[in-house]
């Protein structure tokens, strides 16, 4: 029977990518310590990289995953709100 594939939150991936940034930890010695896979880490890590190739120093992965679910969420009250009027 085949392995059922986990499923992280955004809030998890950010903070674990986070503790990869700012510790300046090898991700191979984070990912155990949080019970994931090294590739699995490794991935959000490049992810997170290509879509930040400037980092601001003011905003990490944890601040920015808050500030993308704020964008989220006033985009969806802005359709409601719409909607009602």
Known sequence: MPEQRRR???QFK???VQMVIETGKPIAEI???LGIHDGTLGSWVNAWRRE???PDQHTGPVEAARV???EDELRRLRMEN????
């Open 8 to 10: 992280f939150s955004a």
């Open 14 to 16: 950010a903070e674990a």
């Open 31 to 33: 990912a155990p310590d």
């Open 52 to 54: 930040h190739p400037d």
């Open 68 to 70: 993308k679910e704020m």
């Open 82 to 85: 719409e909607f009602l009027k």
